[in-house]
């Protein structure tokens, strides 16, 4: 999916990072009750001012203690979706695709064919050691860490989550279908610039009555706010009326930078930074219905998509996302496909099922990008597909740490 989430993908799977704006990172194990939709595109938490460290990626940092690190070890599934995630890096790395994005990468001192034999090494080590302290301690021996320098220099990362939604459509418009998702238009890449805004292609009130997009119309949605927020996330799973599902996925958008619906609505005095939660937000909007033509048409960045055949949601480079193995970081800062290790908070059900943050620390690849994740300072994980993954996404609001390993 190349997140519209925004990334190139766009994404794609929906962009989590920057949804509509989650509240302050929340504390380690502070029960949050499920918000019952989760939107998209959020600001990052609050970092240390950013500085002009010319590096990335810092080289030989200290493994965190092994024992903080089993418990990504600990059943099979985990073992499975790791491997899961590691094939298609694998995959990947032997494409001409990668081998052209290295030959133009700005990530000093890490090659590809090194990226591909430390992947392949991991690999190994994953299926052939017999326990998870036997695994971690084979990694500490040969392999060495790169920490992100962070926006701060410092190793500060702001994490984000996204998803792919899945949202009833219908093939055609009707009363109660309105709202459409748009096929690239053909004649894209030849619209003069500045393209057009939001406001212009699809209207104050999102039905795009005198549009030049008429006649690429997709799918239609129920809500405008449900065809805005799958534009954020930059793919979507669709529940058809006619009873079939239709994948959706990133095809291409006009030429603005995103712009977050949140940070616009703290701008206009409507919430406090500190008070806006995801829940509130959305409660907002919904007690609130003319301010989505106010609000949603803020972002000028428009996504078109195209049906993928129900295939499954994929990253900016090609392969196919893993729910809480896959991140999305600035390719211009770090290696395409790379395994990772992110430590940060992570929300999960509690017994009383509601969710709450744990600190994790978890082995990842980096698998794709997304237009509000700049600088070596953002990192947004994917959470999966439907409601409890977008409920999950839309609370990801912390720093943490973000590595990469590579062979000695």
Excluded at 21 to 35: M, Y
Excluded at 170 to 189: D, I
Excluded at 198 to 218: C, P, T
Aim: glycine share 8%; aromatic share 8%.
């Amino acid at each position: 999916m190349t997140r519209a989430m925004l990334t190139a993908s766009q994404w794609t799977i929906a962009y989590a990072g920057c949804l509509l704006l989650g509240g302050l990172p929340l504390a380690r194990s502070q029960p949050v009750p499920a918000p019952s939709k989760a939107p998209p595109d959020r600001p990052s938490p609050v970092l240390p001012k950013p500085t002009n460290t010319a590096k990335p990626l810092l080289p030989s940092a200290p493994f965190p203690k092994k024992s903080q690190l089993l418990g990504d070890f600990s059943t099979r599934e985990d073992r499975r979706t790791l491997l899961t995630a590691l094939d298609h890096s694998l995959r990947y790395l032997q494409t001409e695709r990668a081998i052209a994005g290295y030959r133009q990468s700005r990530v000093s001192g890490i090659s590809r064919e090194r990226v591909y034999q430390s992947l392949k090494r991991f690999r190994q080590l994953l299926l052939t050691q017999p326990s998870a302290a036997a695994l971690q301690a084979a990694i500490e021996r040969e392999f060495v860490v790169y920490q992100a320098a962070g926006n701060d220099g410092q190793g500060t990362v702001a994490f984000t989550g996204y998803f792919e939604p899945v949202y009833t459509a219908s093939r055609l418009p009707t009363a109660e279908f309105r709202y459409p998702l748009f096929r690239v238009p053909p004649n894209l890449a030849s619209w003069s610039k500045p393209h057009p805004t939001r406001l212009q292609l699809e209207g104050a009130d999102g039905l795009q009555r005198h549009s030049r997009l008429k006649g690429l119309e997709l799918v239609w949605l129920r809500d405008r706010l449900e065809a805005f927020l799958i534009q954020v996330q930059g793919s979507a799973r669709l529940q058809l009326t006619d009873g079939s599902v239709m994948t959706v996925g990133h095809a291409g958008t006009t030429d603005y930078p995103y712009t977050g619906i949140g940070r616009e609505l703290v701008k206009a005095g409507k919430f406090k930074l500190e008070d806006l939660t995801l829940p509130r937000l959305l409660q907002y909007l919904t007690d609130n219905p003319a301010e989505r033509d106010v609000y949603l048409p803020r972002n000028n960045r428009f996504v078109f998509f195209r049906p993928t055949g129900g295939a499954a949601a994929t990253g900016s480079i090609g392969v196919p996302v893993t729910a809480e193995r896959s991140i999305a970081t600035d390719k211009t800062k770090f290696p395409p496909g790379a395994i990772a290790l992110i430590q940060t908070q992570i929300p999960y059900v509690n017994a009383a099922g509601q969710l709450e943050n744990r600190v994790v620390r978890r082995y990842v690849l980096d698998q794709d990008t997304g237009g509000a994740i700049k600088g070596a300072g953002r990192v947004d994980l994917f959470m999966g597909t439907g409601k409890l993954a977008g409920d999950r996404a839309g609370l990801i609001n912390a720093t943490g740490q973000l590595y990469y390993l590579l062979l000695k």
